[in-house]
């Protein structure tokens, strides 16, 4: 299985295929949470590109504008938007996910000043009410995006993304369900490369570098054994396949990913049968993905605790970015619940570039032989 392919991709914002899209006329239109409707963004000629910052060395530009105690996630981007790394993006889409990408679009708004930049309105809880507000500020950004780019958007283009949007899923679900097995045919590192791409790349361009991967790995089912424990990493943005890396090469072997551009919950089919509309608003918080969603800690915390039988999970490691205020509080309540469970788990801090690789591999180490491994 040759996945160099999908390594290329990500070295730089501008790949290969968003480069082909855009010579075919394409809208890049860029977005950096989970809770913004991807599905939505792969209308007509529009294709979503999840903002990553690959190979940052460091934020001097960024920290002009934002605080020391914001994410580094956040700063990084702020950085490689200053520096012209993402002026192919005809569009910016944002949600109110939290105060340091709040800070971010505020900061893209007033420096840069892009011709189309919105940001959405995210209820933190679920209810009816909340639905229906949501569904109202769907409405808005396809109204907006419609005028702005002198577009129709009807309900049959929206459905047609969401075909496309569930062929996506199903041909990641294939792969990602090979991991259950006892020697899973893939690493969590090369695992996460092909979920990184398909964030970051035109869905219909993806599905054709995803198919022979798909082939390949289906009818040869099985293949890593030399592993100490399997693992599943918790967390919020993880886009550094060095972190994951690091982690598999100290004798663990992450088999389930539960972070914001992982397979859990992200990989969920969008109704086809709903208004389209309705279909993508309820896709949204019936994922219940992040701990933006107040009250919803007790359904991710379930869900963890059966995807940890699913996928013969050993141990659960918890990583947050420094600063991030979300998953700060999250990462410590769900500690002492895995713990109180009997489940081993460990909290790593770390920042949005991976550094001390050796203290990231000691303590790994250390974890798996707490556990007996």
């Not at 294709?47 to 002009?64: W, Y």
């Not at 580094?72 to 981007?77: A, D, E, I, M, V």
């Not at 097995?181 to 964030?199: E, W």
């Not at 489940?343 to 000691?362: C, D, F, W």
């Amino acid at each position: 299985m040759d996945i160099s392919v999908f390594e290329d991709l990500l070295s730089s914002p501008y790949n290969r295929l968003v480069q082909d899209a855009m010579n075919q006329g394409r809208i890049p239109i860029g977005y950096s949470c989970t809770y913004v409707p991807d599905a939505l963004l792969s209308v007509g000629d529009f294709f979503p590109v999840r903002l990553r910052a690959p190979g940052i060395s460091g934020t001097e530009l960024a920290d002009t504008y934002l605080s020391s105690v914001i994410c580094s996630y956040t700063r990084s981007l702020l950085e490689f938007v200053l520096d012209d790394r993402y002026d192919f993006i005809q569009g910016w889409l944002f949600t109110d996910s939290c105060d340091h990408l709040r800070r971010l679009y505020d900061n893209i708004d007033y420096l840069i000043k892009p011709d189309f930049i919105h940001i959405l309105d995210v209820p933190h809880r679920y209810s009816e009410a909340a639905l229906k507000w949501y569904i109202e500020e769907i409405q808005n950004l396809i109204d907006k995006m419609a005028e702005h780019f002198k577009v129709t958007i009807t309900h049959t283009h929206l459905q047609q993304a969401i075909f496309l949007h569930n062929r996506v899923v199903r041909a990641l679900l294939s792969i990602g369900d090979l991991r259950k097995l006892s020697a899973p045919p893939i690493s969590g590192c090369d695992f996460h490369k092909i979920m990184l791409v398909a964030l970051t790349t035109p869905k219909d361009l993806f599905l054709n570098l995803i198919q022979p991967i798909q082939e390949s790995l289906t009818q040869h089912p099985h293949g890593k054994r030399n592993y100490r424990a399997r693992l599943m990493l918790v967390g919020g943005h993880m886009d550094d396949i060095a972190y994951i890396e690091t982690i598999e090469s100290s004798g663990g072997l992450v088999v389930a990913d539960r972070y914001c551009t992982g397979s859990l919950p992200e990989l969920m089919c969008i109704s086809e049968d709903n208004d389209p509309i309705v279909a993508i608003a309820e896709h949204i918080f019936m994922r219940t993905a992040c701990p933006r969603m107040m009250d919803q800690f007790e359904k991710r915390f379930q869900q963890i605790i059966q995807w940890i039988t699913e996928y013969q999970v050993d141990g659960v490691i918890i990583e947050a970015i420094k600063f991030c205020d979300l998953w700060g509080i999250e990462s410590s309540v769900l500690l002492n619940e895995l713990r109180k469970k009997g489940i081993p788990a460990i909290r790593l801090e770390r920042e949005y570039r991976l550094s001390g690789e050796g203290q990231l591999s000691t303590r790994v180490q250390a974890f798996l032989e707490s556990m007996g491994k």
